[in-house]
T-cell receptor
């Protein structure tokens, strides 16, 4: 178990460019989440996958954002035509299958994040 | 709207003093409750959680929190602060019917002074 891995850790780009972030969850975890965290704020939910199915998307996820998890393992988050307001830390988290109050599915394990700076 | 509120964006305590970080949630149905800690340039690490059972929950690094339904609160405490506790702390809730999605508070930065 190597934890949740995110790449790249830092990305600096010019406004208007496209960027892609990758998340590798813990291998036995079937649920994967993307969050965005801006300075001085708590993480905000972006989207959620169960296996390869994208089950929920936040209104924060504009049409410039797209997330995929094609084989139910790793996931990518792409931002097209980046804007300065997209500058943030993008966090990925995963959780195992299960239901109920005592399930491990209630605990999200987070990666170290990918920091995006848009100039 | 369902939300979680952390009172105090910055808290400063002396080393050895009591740590108290406040968290209140809004919901008629008690959610699952979590505290996460974030050190600089790192991801979030789970400190403790309440989902069911005993309302006083013990976590890692000597932290504990008590779920009080009547006060809709889940405050985080530690009897004696250590310099290594300096970090950002986030309270989070999971409301029923939201899969495992967490809603986070805005965070409290804990400073520990000598």
């Amino acid at each position: 178990d190597t934890g949740v891995s995110q790449n790249p850790r830092h990305k600096i780009t010019k406004r208007g460019q496209n960027v892609t972030f990758r998340c590798d969850p813990i291998s036995e975890h079937n649920r994967l989440y993307w969050y965005r965290q801006t300075l001085g704020q708590g993480p905000e939910f972006l989207t959620y996958f169960q296996n390869e199915a994208q089950l929920e998307k936040s209104r924060l996820l504009s049409d410039r954002f797209s997330a995929e998890r094609p084989k139910g393992s790793f996931s990518t988050l792409e931002i097209q035509r980046t804007e300065q307001g997209d500058s943030a830390m993008y966090l990925c988290a995963s959780s195992p299958p299960g239901q109920g109050a005592l399930s491990g599915a209630n605990v999200l394990t987070f990666g170290a994040g990918s920091r995006l700076t848009v100039l | 709207a369902q939300s979680v509120t952390q009172l105090g964006s910055h808290v400063s305590v002396s080393e050895g003093a009591l740590v108290l970080l406040r968290c209140n949630y809004s919901s008629s149905v008690p959610p699952y409750l979590f505290w996460y800690v974030q050190y600089p340039n790192q991801g979030l690490q789970l400190l403790l959680k309440y989902t069911t059972g005993a309302t006083l929950v013990k976590g890692i690094n000597g932290f504990e929190a008590e779920f009080k339904k009547s006060e809709t609160s889940f405050h985080l405490t530690k009897p004696s602060a250590h310099m290594s506790d300096a970090a950002e702390y986030f309270c989070a809730v999971r409301y029923t019917g939201t899969a495992s999605k967490l809603t986070f508070g805005t965070g409290t930065r804990l400073q520990v002074t000598l």
